[in-house]
């Protein structure tokens, strides 16, 4: 933060302070990452500005999509959802609305990098002629349900494809206001296994409690697919789903030796749960000639994967062997594959035997998997840079939050509430 005559002074030690004496105003400040336990606190404007722009710039480099034209995305300012509505805009040209729960910049606290991702992207949208509405609130809510119903009954009458993304830490029930907390855990019993400290390298054992049962059924309640399922019913209820609506959730399931802590822990029972609640969603869109899809994706960087036991040093190892293979996406390759190769071909949707895209078919290819699995076995602090893309784990964790951005002058002073 620099000195500014009129509005900061020096104090008797010569460290700069905010004169009493003048007007408020909106800071100016140099903005770094602010990381405490493997969890950014702080995001860039410019920064967050750029990898929305990013995205966009692959995505117009691409080819064009028959796709959907009224698009309702809920979980839409960071990963997937925010990607599946930058291909949804800007390759099908889809007016859009997009819901997230983000903190807005402050004249003297940054945002969150959600909040800059969404105002960046509307901004981006509205140049290239397209509608888009951005919601601010507890997707939860029977207060966000009813202003997004509004929205459409105004502007767009009906949509024709709803993306679920929600990876929320908590739940308050809608009818009864009691609060449910999520949490990333083992089932049965705990769980030791190898992880590394993405920022420092070191490669050490991680021990993960059992969840309890009431962790458990409060992780499905928060992450599984009954609001997916009320989202519908909402918009259902109200008329307001196009002829042949679809509506797509995501899911993971990772490999063998993760599943401990993810698809057999406490998250995959919320994962589970979804992948039952399409079933029970295909049957009331089924008089509208109607789907709900699961999509299977990629294990990729997230807010969230970095702080999961044994998840950054598959994901980093994974990046490794993936890049050599010429295999790797991010988040907006994969939803554009999504688009591009499985919803909107003009034909029927490819899908596994339990009626899944699985567009971790990369990453879950069996060459992949045997040499990522015997890295796993070698790794350890002293070699973890040579046999694993920790360095690229780590950039891709900071650019999320905005950090590390070709061509954003990351020395000079940015208002955190320019958006």
């Not at 995205?55 to 034209?69: E, F, L, S, T, W």
């Not at 402050?106 to 919601?135: D, H, L, M, P, V």
Request: glycine residues 8%; proline residues 3%.
């Amino acid at each position: 933060m620099s000195p500014r005559d009129g509005y900061w002074k020096t104090d008797e030690k010569g460290r700069a302070v905010i004169s009493i004496d003048e007007p408020k105003k909106t800071r100016a400040m140099i903005i770094v990452p602010k990381i405490r336990n493997n969890i950014c606190l702080n995001a860039h404007p410019l920064g967050c500005a750029a990898q929305v722009k990013a995205q966009i710039n692959y995505i117009k480099a691409q080819d064009r999509i028959k796709g959907p034209k009224r698009v309702l995305v809920i979980g839409a300012s960071n990963g997937y959802g925010l990607a599946a509505r930058i291909v949804s805009t800007i390759s099908s040209g889809a007016s859009t609305i997009g819901v997230g729960y983000e903190r807005p910049g402050t004249e003297s606290r940054t945002g969150t990098a959600g909040w800059y991702n969404i105002e960046s992207f509307k901004k981006e949208a509205e140049q290239e002629g397209r509608k888009a509405w951005n919601i601010n609130g507890d997707a939860f809510s029977k207060q966000v349900k009813s202003e997004v119903s509004d929205i459409i009954k105004e502007h767009l009458g009906a949509v024709d494809l709803m993306i679920y993304s929600i990876a929320a830490p908590r739940r308050i029930d809608a009818e009864t206001g009691e609060i449910y907390s999520s949490v990333i855990k083992p089932i049965g019993e705990k769980y030791t296994s190898k992880t590394v400290d993405f920022l420092s390298g070191e490669v050490r054992e991680t021990t993960a409690e059992a969840a309890t049962e009431e962790e458990i059924a409060h992780t499905v309640k928060v992450m599984g697919g009954e609001d997916w399922g009320l989202w519908v019913k909402t918009l259902q209820k109200d008329a307001l789903l196009a002829e042949n609506f679809i509506t797509v959730a995501f899911s993971y399931i990772g490999p063998t030796f993760t599943n401990a802590i993810y698809r057999h822990g406490t998250i995959g029972r919320a994962k589970t749960h979804l992948e039952e609640s399409a079933a029970e969603i295909n049957k009331l869109l089924t008089p509208l000639g109607g789907r709900s899809i699961i999509s299977v994706n990629k294990a990729l960087v997230t807010r969230a994967s970095a702080v999961i036991p044994a998840v950054p040093l598959y994901i980093s190892l994974l990046y490794k062997v993936m890049k050599a293979k010429k295999l790797h996406e991010g988040c907006i390759h994969q939803m554009y594959r999504l688009y591009h190769d499985y919803l909107f071909t003009g034909g029927a949707v490819r899908t596994d035997h339990k009626g899944r895209i699985r567009l971790d078919d990369w990453e879950m290819r069996e060459d992949v998997q045997e040499e990522v699995a015997r890295l796993w076995e070698i790794v350890t602090t002293e070699n973890v840079s040579m046999l694993s893309d920790i360095d690229g784990f780590r950039e891709e964790f900071l650019r999320h939050h905005g950090f590390g951005m070709p061509g954003v002058d990351y020395g000079k002073d940015i208002q955190p509430d320019i958006f």
